[in-house]
């Protein structure tokens, strides 16, 4: 089965420091979301893209968050400098907007910051 | 706007219980409907979808139907197995947005089920 791929899976880092997650969607979507999930505030939509073009990022702090795909194979989202509420499972997702496709989510990057 | 409101969790039952898990959505048009399972540890998956009034989606002896009248997407399984603790979430996508793919998600509802 094609699946999502979320590296890396567990990151502990101080704060201050610049965090990189990177996902690898599924072959052939042309949309992709980054959500953010903590027992507080549930699962967050951060940001998506569609045909590798930013549609919404109102749900990510601007100044520290940023979002980008340099190609159709992948998309990353990053944190500088990184702060311990930025702590969370980070979860990327591909999906199609042919149709009425689901969203297929990975495993996503448990992110602590100390 | 859209969005998806679910009961309030835990649901806690004995194995062979039978489950339900409400949801309720407001959208403009004519949404698709999702129910989302996570296990722990692990990223949502697709567990059984609707697109249009009246149909039932249905997975692994999970079942929801899709009412326009009173808005709704209540899960059911007749039999629950300890395997099937998880969170359940229940979602939407709006087709009017022209973005199909983008979903509105409700909180969750976590279920425990014990021996």
């Known amino acids: 089965d094609a699946r999502v791929t979320q590296t890396p899976r567990h990151k502990v880092t101080e704060m201050g420091q610049e965090v990189t997650m990177r996902c690898q969607p599924i072959?052939?979507?042309?949309?992709v979301f980054w959500y953010r999930q903590t027992m507080m505030q549930g699962l967050e939509l951060l940001a998506y893209?569609?045909?590798?073009?930013?549609?919404?990022d109102s749900g990510m702090p601007k100044d520290r968050f940023s979002a980008e795909m340099p190609d159709a194979t992948l998309a990353t989202l990053k944190i500088q400098p990184s702060e311990p509420r930025d702590s969370a499972v980070y979860f990327c997702?591909?999906?199609?907007?042919?149709?009425?496709?689901?969203?297929?989510f990975g495993d996503g990057t448990r992110l602590s910051i100390l | 706007g859209d969005s998806v409101t679910q009961m309030e969790g835990p649901v806690t039952l004995s194995e062979e219980a039978f489950l339900t898990i409400n949801c309720t959505y407001t959208?403009?048009?004519?949404?698709?409907l999702f129910w989302y399972v996570q296990y722990p540890g692990e990223g949502l998956q697709l567990l059984l979808k609707?697109?249009?009034?009246?149909d039932k989606g249905s997975n692994k002896g999970f079942e929801a139907t899709y009412r326009k009248e009173t808005t709704s997407f209540h899960l059911e399984k007749g039999s629950v197995q300890v395997s099937d603790s998880a969170v359940y979430f229940c979602?939407?996508?709006?087709?009017?947005?022209?973005?199909?793919?983008?979903?509105?998600f409700g909180t969750g509802t976590r279920l425990q089920v014990t021996l």
């Open positions: 997702a591909s999906g199609s907007d042919r149709g009425n496709q689901p969203q297929h």
């Open positions: 893209f569609r045909n590798r073009a930013p549609l919404d």
């Open positions: 072959l052939g979507h042309n949309t």
């Open positions: 959208a403009t048009g004519y949404p698709s």
């Open positions: 979602a939407l996508s709006a087709r009017s947005t022209g973005t199909a793919s983008k979903l509105t």
């Open positions: 609707a697109t249009k009034a009246d």
